[in-house]
């Protein structure tokens, strides 16, 4: 299996880029963010719970995301490996992740890590949130508390998996397809 944790600071391009993975290696896509917010459309308990940590730019409990990014992966019967966007975003979650692929015989094979610097991540969810409406990206202090987050307790994942010599490091920054394409180079010495 073919399982890669894309790694990055919010609007870094993780959602982006999945997309285009997954068509291009048959991979099952998981964005612990896409879960929250079809919890959140759905009015169920856990949509309530998560919005009230995302709507300030928090991160959602580990308890939380942890036992749901795992009852999302135990509905996957079969599958070629899974993109993991957005999560790990703690240690905890890191771990968590690590002992529970462990147990289905599997374990990460590569973290994509995208860099962007902060001034072109907050242009970029501006601009979503003019145009798609989200409400975590409408607010400028909001933005700037996820990418705070992001520094305190969620880029400490990277030097985690680099431990492991599963980093791969990208440059975020350039158009869709240049990305993709060093993404690509990136995966495909694995394959
Ligand atoms: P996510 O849904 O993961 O959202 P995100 O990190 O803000 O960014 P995303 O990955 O979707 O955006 P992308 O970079 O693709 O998380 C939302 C919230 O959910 C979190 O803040 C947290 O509260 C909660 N949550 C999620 N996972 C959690 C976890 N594991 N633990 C706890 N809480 C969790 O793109 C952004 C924009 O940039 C897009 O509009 C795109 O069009 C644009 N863009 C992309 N690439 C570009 C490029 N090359 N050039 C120009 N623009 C580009």
């Known amino acids: 299996m073919l399982n890669l944790v894309l790694f990055g600071p919010p609007g870094a391009g993780k959602g982006t880029q999945s997309e285009r993975l997954i068509d291009k290696y048959g991979l099952t896509h998981l964005s612990t963010g896409d879960v929250f917010r079809a919890n959140i459309k759905g009015e169920t308990e856990l949509g309530t719970l998560a919005k009230s940590y ?21 509905k996957v019967e079969s ?8 999560f790990p975003r703690t240690i905890d979650q890191a771990k968590a992740l690590d002992s529970f692929l462990e147990s289905r015989g599997n374990s990460i094979t590569r973290m994509i890590s995208l860099e962007v610097e902060e001034d072109e991540l907050v242009t970029r969810l501006t601009m979503r ?17 996820r990418i705070k987050v992001y520094h305190q307790q969620t880029s400490v994942v990277a030097p985690f998996y680099e431990g492991q010599g599963k980093l791969s490091v990208i440059n975020g920054i350039g158009s869709v397809d240049d990305i993709f394409n060093r993404i690509c180079e990136s995966i495909d010495t694995l394959v």
């Open 54 to 74: 995302m709507d300030k730019g928090n991160l959602v409990p580990d308890e939380v995301t942890i036992k749901m990014l795992e009852a999302e992966v135990s």
């Open 129 to 145: 949130g003019k145009e798609s409406g989200r409400a975590d990206d409408q607010n400028d202090s909001i933005i700037r508390n």
């Open 79 to 86: 599958t070629k490996g899974f993109i993991f966007d957005g």
